[in-house]
């Protein structure tokens, strides 16, 4: 079974450029999440996806993120325009439909704006 | 609101010393507890993970115990190897049923030395 993926890996861009990042959860995951962590800091909730639907988003920081889970499979994260703070490594994890189920990350993709 | 706080790191040990990463949290009703863990290059990984009050979680030589009369789930092994070397995220989820919503630590950077 293929694990939780995350693209890029690594991302570098320019304060006020846009980036977006990706994640395929496992196959049959209802659930989706994304996390951040900043500065070494703790890792901090952002939303989730139950489905194609957000079923929590009271994490997201600003409107300069957006989220979407269209067809309810992989996920992708944009952050426009990007700010020096939003650098960190983000996280999206997946879990089945099942209460209490487990949830599986993914390797992260390491942001970093200049 | 919740929280929850690890001891800072990094600690560093040699081989089979005996480790103990502090955890305390502060939570209203009755959280679901959990060790996280991340190796080197990888998404994070669920150690353990205990429900309810007294409860121990246990796995690959790994304990913790859930003690709600000191809001605390101290991580402790006996003897750690190498391998061990990672970071380390207490976390917890107040949410009755989903898991999936955590609340972190900030991580404890764990290295150990032959």
């Known amino acids: 079974e293929a694990g939780v993926t995350q693209f890029p890996s690594h991302s570098v861009i320019e304060k006020g450029q846009t980036v977006t990042l990706r994640c395929d959860p496992i196959s049959g995951h209802d659930n989706l999440y994304w996390y951040r962590r900043v500065m070494g800091k703790e890792i901090k909730f952002l939303l989730h996806?139950?489905?194609?639907?957000?079923?929590?988003e009271s994490g997201m920081p600003n409107n300069r993120f957006l989220a979407e889970r269209t067809g309810g499979t992989y996920s992708t994260l944009k952050v426009q325009p990007a700010e020096l703070e939003d650098s960190g490594v983000y996280f999206c994890?997946?879990?089945?439909?099942?209460?209490?189920?487990?949830?599986?990350f993914g390797n992260g993709t390491r942001l970093t704006v200049t | 609101g919740n929280s929850v706080t690890q001891m800072e790191g990094p600690v560093t040990l040699s081989e089979e010393a005996f480790l103990t990463i502090n955890c305390t949290y502060t939570a209203t009703g009755y959280p679901s507890l959990f060790w996280y863990v991340q190796y080197p290059g990888e998404g994070l990984q669920l150690l353990l993970k205990a429900t309810k009050a007294d409860d121990k979680g246990s796995n690959k030589g790994f304990e913790a115990t859930y003690r709600k009369e000191t809001t605390s789930f101290h991580l402790e092994k006996g003897s750690v190897q190498v391998s061990d070397s990672a970071v380390y995220f207490c976390?917890?989820?107040?949410?009755?049923?989903?898991?999936?919503?955590?609340?972190f630590g900030q991580g404890t950077t764990l290295q150990v030395k032959p």
């Open positions: 994890a997946s879990s089945q439909g099942a209460r209490g189920s487990p949830l599986h």
């Open positions: 996806f139950v489905k194609e639907s957000k079923q929590d």
């Open positions: 976390a917890l989820s107040d949410l009755p049923g989903n898991t999936g919503k955590l609340i």
